[in-house]
């Protein structure tokens, strides 16, 4: 019988032991929440680890300027100024349906740097670059090789 009377309280503390800390854990969380969420901008590391996968991982990265404005039934025509990577053409067509980043190429005359997925007949924008990371891994500078001037002279659109 004493054997019995030892194992009862063990039990129960075993027991106890696993439930309190688990029935705690809601209300701790709870409570705690805005401190164990948190945000904290990348380093400088992270920053250029993640331009050199944005850069490895893109079918082409041009400087273009919209000369055909995406509509819902065709894509934006774009004209390469400048071709980091991919194929050496004068023209890109550029989807905007399967995009957040495509408000730019529905307007006639805007210029930027382009990092695009897909091709080689259709390109989607996977990101309208604007990361001084990007710049430098590909050793460029937009806003010196080739700064956006408001109401500067448009391309024509090819024939």
């Known amino acids: 019988m004493t054997g019995s009377h030892r194992r009862l309280p063990l039990r129960v503390l075993i027991l106890l032991g696993m439930a ?10 709870a409570a705690h929440a805005c401190v164990l969420v948190t945000y904290s901008p990348p380093t ?13 991982y893109a ?10 404005a995406a509509t819902e039934d065709r894509p934006a025509l774009v004209r390469a100024s400048r071709i980091f990577k991919g194929p050496r053409q004068a023209f890109f067509e550029i989807d905007v349906k399967h995009t957040g980043c495509d408000f730019e190429l529905t307007r006639k005359g805007s210029r930027m740097r382009m990092v695009l ?6 390109y989607f924008l996977s990101v309208q670059s604007d990361s001084r990371a990007v710049d430098r891994v590909l050793k460029s500078d937009r806003r010196k090789a080739w700064p956006y001037r408001e109401g ?3 391309s024509q659109e090819p024939q």
């Open 44 to 56: 400088p590391g992270q920053k250029r680890r993640s331009a050199l996968a944005e850069v490895k």
């Open 59 to 68: 079918t082409a990265i041009i400087d273009g300027e919209v000369v055909r």
């Open 152 to 154: 500067a002279p448009q």
């Open 117 to 122: 997925s897909g091709g080689p007949e259709r």
């Open 20 to 29: 309190l800390p688990t029935a705690a854990l809601p209300a701790f969380s």
